[in-house]
Structure formats: C-alpha cells, structure tokens
C-alpha cells in the first residue's frame, strides 16, 4: 500500500512569485487537508478538500488557495510568496467512511522563500 | 475554539527510563485525540489516537496514552524509552471533521 506522497521534496522561490506543490493520498482515502508547519511550530491547518471541494479552512489568507483532483490527489497553491510563508508543508488524507478521523501525513515540502 | 497546550518544550531521558509527554486540550465536547510523532526532516506518523471508550489506549511503538476528562489532559507514556525514540511528539485535537489543533510539540533527546 502506498502512502501519502508530495512533490517537490525541496523548493526555493522568490518573494511575490507564485508556487504549486502536489499531493497524492493514500489509497482509499477521500479526504485530503494541507498544513503549514513554520520552524520551531506544530502544523497549522490551511484547508481540507472532500469530493473536490473546499469543506474547511483555517486561518490563512485567498492567496492560499488549493484543488482536489478526481483521482485524490491534491494541490496547493500559493500566490504573491512572502518571507514568512517559509515552513514545511504537509499534505495529509483521510481513510473514506464514517468514524475514522485519524489524518495520514506524507513527508512534506520544504519551501524557502528569499 | 479547540486548542492544545504541550507544557513542555524539550525533554531529556536515559535510555531504557520510563516517559511521559504531558498534553492539555480545550474543547467544549468530547474530542477526539492524536499523539504524532517527527522525525527530523520527515512527515508526521500517528502513534495513537483516542475517539470514546477506555481511556488508555495503546499505540504503535511500545506507547500508550491515558485520556482523563476531569484533568483535559491526555499524555503519553512509554515504559522504557529507546534511542531510536528521540524526535519531536505532537498532540492533536480533532474537534470536528475538518480540523486539526496541533500543539507546538516536545522535542524528546535520549541519552545513551
């Protein structure tokens, strides 16, 4: 069985560009949420996707925007980069089916903004 | 609005000691619970979570966590601590289906 998956591992872009990082969820798994976890921090939530909508979102501006596609996978996608939008991010699904909440990560993407 | 504490930053035990991760929440209903833990430069791994039922839960890696409503604590102990654990544990909140409070983490160092 293949776990979460992201991509790009690394990144490096320059203030007010734009930036698109890639998810592929777990098999099975329908539901999909995107953290941001700054240095030094526990992950914060930006949004989840369910049946490739936006069902929840944290406290994170437009800029931040995201898309589910029909297979499960996800992306987000950051508009007019900022320095503080440096952090590692994390893309997490969740198994289909009433009662299960458990959220499986993959190994994030590192994102540097100069 | 959910929210978790994790009291302490960083930890350091002896190989082979007992541990135990202290973790408070704040939530008007019944929350549903997650220990998780990181390795450097890696994604998060679930140790154990807790939805209802008995309050100790056992989780992966020798862990367990003891849910106590009275006290809004929900810490995790493991008997006797290996090497290989040193990393940095998050407790999480579930308080609905869409989010996840995350505390700010405690980093574990073990000492050979």
């Known amino acids: 069985e293949t776990g979460v998956t992201q991509s790009p591992t690394h990144l490096i872009k320059t203030r007010g560009q734009q930036v698109t990082l890639r998810c592929s969820s777990q098999?099975?798994?329908?539901?999909v949420s995107w953290y941001q976890q700054a240095l030094g921090q526990g992950p914060q939530f930006i949004f989840q996707y369910y049946r490739e909508e936006e069902n929840g979102r944290g406290n994170f501006p437009p800029r931040f925007s995201g898309l589910q596609f029909p297979n499960y996978s996800s992306e987000l996608n950051v508009n007019a980069l900022e320095l503080d939008d440096s952090a590692l991010y994390l893309c997490?699904?969740?198994?289909?089916?009433?009662?299960?909440?458990?959220?499986?990560f993959g190994p994030g993407t590192r994102l540097t903004v100069t | 609005a959910q929210s978790v504490t994790q009291p302490d930053i960083h930890i350091t035990v002896s190989e082979g000691a007992s541990l135990e991760l202290r973790c408070n929440y704040s939530?008007?209903?019944?929350?549903?619970l997650f220990w998780y833990v990181q390795s450097p430069g890696q994604g998060l791994q679930l140790l154990l979570k807790?939805?209802?039922?008995?309050?100790l839960v056992q989780g992966i890696k020798g862990f367990e966590a003891e849910f106590k409503r009275s006290q809004s604590s929900f810490n995790l102990r493991k008997p006797s601590v290996h090497w290989s654990d040193a990393a940095e544990y998050f407790c999480a909140v579930g308080a609905s289906n869409n989010d996840m409070r995350f505390g700010a983490g405690t980093r574990l160092t073990v000492k050979p």
């Open positions: 098999s099975g798994h329908n539901t």
């Open positions: 997490a699904s969740r198994p289909a089916g009433a009662g299960t909440y458990e959220q499986y």
């Open positions: 807790y939805f209802s039922g008995d309050t």
């Open positions: 939530y008007g209903a019944t929350p549903y």
